[in-house]
Each structure stands twice: as structure tokens, then as C-alpha cells.
């Protein structure tokens, strides 16, 4: 059986991205958090609830109660990040509510009644609410973000996808996928986390006939193989040199399971892939675009992760995005006729997926303003693209016009995006079959990064084709300002891979 999973002790740009990021598959990698700051909240195996509580203390912070569900998570309540570290320190029921100020902690009526001993501080955006403190930097093979280079320029609201999770031994997250199903890396500061991994697609028959995912899959894994090895993982019986094992487990009995709600469709797959993994002190893990999971803390564990999209997945996220406005339209189905059924469903979608259809535009145009801005710059060095300077400054002017317009955005400098699109530029590989074809005889001449734009623009030029043609972006955003800029930026951006030397220079 070939693996699915590796675990690598470093990892090139290159390598990464040909052997994992291109072909959304995981992967668990140590040596990228050595210099890490964040690596002072432990002392050597054990967390450093003074300097925690010294530093971040005053914090209000979301924590999640582990023997709780809602929907298909856990409930969550806002606590002062001292009195977190002190119910994870001591580990016994506190008093929350005795003496706290409600200025710093408005969630207080929750705090009453909590019993529970497993609770997980989790989605604590740690960068956004500390600035003055840098725990950690992105690693190199990461920093290609457009998720999180589009937030970090919203002026409407202060929001990204950086996390930070704290958490004692037993506190878990049930299965799920990410966010927008976008990619996602997870460092450990301390501690040892176990992975449960199903590849995208597989998760089909982890579904009840409702379409809901199951929010334990323990159950389903009883009685296999892979279960066998989960429960001995738990008990703390496992090679501690080991990092993952991979499982084959026949569907065929799902829907037998005990108090299973399980519904197999009969074009379900009938054998399914599940990878199990280990992930220690030190140690980063990269989960794949729609690679649906289950974390279990092994022991005390603090990590930090971000979700990001970026060229390779950018259209799984439109993809997620107009599913989810698929399910939102057929739960109002019946009233469709009502005057503004299409704008109510994305207002609905907005609340429910955190994005619509025009905040995806505008997603798109943020990403591609400084991708073009730097085409412009190469090609006005490279006489090869000199005919590109025309039409990329007519796609800029009226992009940027668009944006400002709009108020809603503040611009990065040069320097401040280039974490984001200089940084991470892997060698072409295959990346030149993305090149316009009349330059594909400049292939070997032209700068790798030249090529990567260009990729870039291809992916971005893929999801427009389908947004424009799409029903309900023609029947939401008609007659707008933004629908004449996204019509004009998709025949431009596809004029660009049409276009030859001689039509441009007459």
C-alpha cells in the first residue's frame, strides 16, 4: 500500500510544494519552531504558567467545554486567561464568576454553571490581540497565505486566521474540515497531539442521511484495526519513535454500528483510507485542503495553527463557498418567490460559511492587485513581456479605483506584503504549462518567480470563469459596480493568455 503520509525532518520550498502542497497531501515535519519565542511558554516537557500568566494574564480568551456538544461542536464561553491557567493548573472545578469584573469578562452567566474538568482554550486569535509580543514566525514553506493577506488589509473589521490552542490531556475537536476547506498547519510548543485523517472524499460515508457528518468517529472506528490502534494510543500504549500508521477499513458494516446514523450511498466508496498520526514537542503538521480530522491531546499541549489558501487551493474554497450556498438556497426553498430571495440567501451564507459571493470578489481583487503590480515590475525588465505593461496598467487602474472606492481595505506597502508574495516562490517544475502559449519557447529564460505569477493569475483566471458564469453571482451582483469590475478583470486577465507579440504592438 503506498503511503499517503510522510514525516520529513526538513523540507525545501520546492519540495514542499511539489510533493504536498500541489498534490494536497499531508505531511508532519520537525525543525521549523526552533527559534520560535513561544518556545518560553514551557520549561523543557512542562508549561510555564507563570510567564503565561505574567504576560497574557488580563486576556479574555474563548474556551471551548470538551463534554459539551452544540451542532456539531462544542460550546464555547469568553474567560480571563488567568483564570483559564489557573483551572488548568490546579485542575479542579473554580469559581469563576466570585470576583470578575464583567467589563473583562461578559460571559459570566456561563460561567456559572461549568463542571466540566475538560475544557480547550482554542481559535484564541493570539496575534491579533497581542502586538506588542512576536510568539513566533510563519515558516518559509507557509507564508504563500492569501487567506490571511486578505484579512490582514480588511479596515471593516480586525480578524485573521491565526490561532493559538491550549489544552490539558483528554481535551479533543471533533471531526471536521477547515475553514473555507482551506489548507492548515499546526506547530506543537509542548505537548503530543494524535491525528485521526480521513483523505477529502472519503468522508462521504462518515455522513447520516441528513448530509451531517458524525461528531465522534471513535464509534466508527470500533471493532477495526485502526480502532485497535486509536484505543491503545489513548491507554498510552504506543512506540513513542513511531509518528503515523495508515489504516484500509471496510464501509460495508457502517450502518450496522450501534446507535449508528450512518447512511452509505450506494456510489460510496467501499474501502476508505484513515491516517493516524503522532505529533510531538516541536513538530508541524500540514492537513490538506477538505482532509476532514479529529485531534485528541494526548497530554498538556500548547500549539499554534493557521488555515491559508493560496493558488493550489483557491479553488477548493470556491467550491466549498458555492456548495454551501447550494444547501443555504434548499433550506429556504419555499420561499423563493419572496422579492430579494437571492440576497437573503448570502446574507445567510455570510453568516453561516463567513463569506459570500461579493466578499469573495473582492478576496479575489485584493490577491491579484499586487500579483499584477509585480508582473508589471518584471515585465518592465524583461523585454520578452514588455507588451504586457498596456494592459496590466489599464487591469490596475481600474482595480484599484474599485478597491478604494470601496473604503474598506488599507494597502500594504512593498515590504509589508512580501511575506506574503516574494518569499515563497518555488523552482517551475510543471509551473511553465501555466504560461501563456506563446511564451512557453521563453520558458527557460524567464525568471522562476515571473512563472510563479503567472500561475498564480491562471488559478485566479479558473475560479473567475466559473464565478462569472455562475446564475447566482449574475442574479446577486447585477447591475453593479462590482459586477462590471469582475466581468472586465475576467475578459482582461483572459486576454492576457489569448494575446500574441504582433496584436499587441498593433
Known amino acids: 500500500m503506498e503511503f499517503l503520509f510522510q514525516f520529513r525532518e526538513n523540507l525545501l520550498v520546492e519540495e514542499f510544494f511539489s510533493e504536498f502542497l500541489y498534490p494536497n497531501r499531508p505531511c508532519l515535519i520537525s525543525n521549523l519552531t526552533t527559534d520560535w519565542n513561544a518556545n518560553e511558554w514551557c520549561n523543557d516537557d512542562k508549561i510555564h504558567f507563570d510567564f503565561l500568566k505574567s504576560a497574557f494574564g488580563e486576556l479574555t480568551v474563548p474556551v471551548a467545554n470538551c463534554d459539551a456538544k452544540e451542532f456539531n461542536s462544542n460550546p464555547k464561553s469568553e474567560w480571563l486567561f488567568k483564570e483559564y491557567l489557573s483551572y488548568w493548573q490546579h485542575n479542579t472545578q473554580l469559581d469563576l464568576c466570585r470576583a470578575i469584573d464583567s467589563n473583562k469578562l461578559n460571559d459570566s452567566e456561563n460561567c456559572s454553571n461549568v463542571t466540566s474538568n475538560n475544557l480547550y482554550l482554542k481559535d484564541w486569535h493570539f496575534t491579533r490581540d497581542v502586538i506588542s509580543y512576536s510568539a513566533y514566525k510563519t515558516p518559509l514553506i507557509f507564508t504563500s497565505d492569501w487567506l490571511n493577506e486578505f484579512y490582514s488589509q480588511k479596515i471593516d473589521t480586525r480578524d485573521d486566521y491565526k490561532f493559538v490552542y491550549m489544552g490539558t490531556k483528554g481535551t479533543w475537536t471533533p471531526l471536521h474540515y477547515d475553514v473555507f476547506r482551506s489548507y492548515s498547519w499546526s506547530s506543537n510548543v509542548v505537548g503530543t497531539k494524535m491525528w485521526i485523517l480521513f483523505p477529502s472524499g472519503d468522508e462521504v460515508c462518515l455522513k447520516n442521511i441528513r448530509g451531517e457528518l458524525v461528531y465522534n468517529v471513535m464509534p466508527v472506528l470500533k471493532g477495526s484495526l485502526a480502532g485497535k490502534y486509536v484505543q491503545n494510543i489513548l491507554n498510552g500504549n504506543f512506540d513513542v519513535n513511531e509518528h503515523f500508521r495508515e489504516f484500509s477499513i471496510n464501509t460495508e458494516g457502517f450502518s450496522q454500528l450501534k446507535g449508528s446514523e450512518l447512511f452509505i450511498k450506494e456510489n460510496s466508496p467501499k474501502i476508505i483510507r484513515v491516517v493516524i498520526i503522532l505529533q510531538r514537542k516541536g513538530e508541524t503538521i500540514f492537513v490538506p485542503s477538505g482532509w476532514h480530522h479529529q485531534v485528541h491531546n494526548l497530554d498538556d499541549v500548547i500549539s499554534v495553527n493557521h488555515n491559508w489558501i493560496n493558488a493550489c487551493n483557491v479553488h477548493e474554497m470556491w467550491d466549498n463557498l458555492s456548495s454551501e450556498l447550494d444547501r443555504v438556497k434548499e433550506s429556504i426553498s419555499d420561499c423563493i418567490e419572496m422579492e430579494g430571495w437571492h440576497a437573503q440567501c448570502q446574507l445567510i451564507l455570510l453568516s453561516l460559511a463567513g463569506m459570500n459571493y461579493s466578499m469573495f470578489c473582492e478576496f479575489i481583487l485584493i490577491i491579484s492587485l499586487p500579483r499584477l503590480l509585480q508582473m508589471k515590475l518584471l515585465s518592465q525588465k524583461n523585454s520578452e513581456l514588455h507588451y504586457l505593461i498596456q494592459i496590466l496598467d489599464h487591469i490596475i487602474k481600474y482595480i484599484s479605483e474599485f478597491l478604494i472606492e470601496q473604503k474598506e481595505f488599507k494597502f500594504h506597502s512593498n515590504e509589508q506584503l512580501s511575506e506574503y508574495i516574494s518569499t515563497f516562490v518555488p523552482s517551475p517544475n510543471n509551473l511553465d504549462t501555466y504560461l501563456p502559449p506563446y511564451l512557453s519557447i521563453s ?64
Open 443 to 506: 520558458a527557460p529564460s524567464l525568471h522562476k518567480h515571473i512563472i510563479f505569477i503567472f500561475f498564480e493569475l491562471s488559478r485566479i483566471l479558473s475560479v473567475l470563469k466559473e464565478l462569472i458564469e455562475s446564475k447566482d453571482f449574475e442574479l446577486y451582483i447585477n447591475n453593479s459596480e462590482l459586477f462590471a469590475t469582475m466581468n472586465a478583470f475576467f475578459i482582461d486577465l483572459t486576454s492576457i493568455w489569448t494575446a500574441d507579440d504582433n496584436n499587441n504592438e498593433n
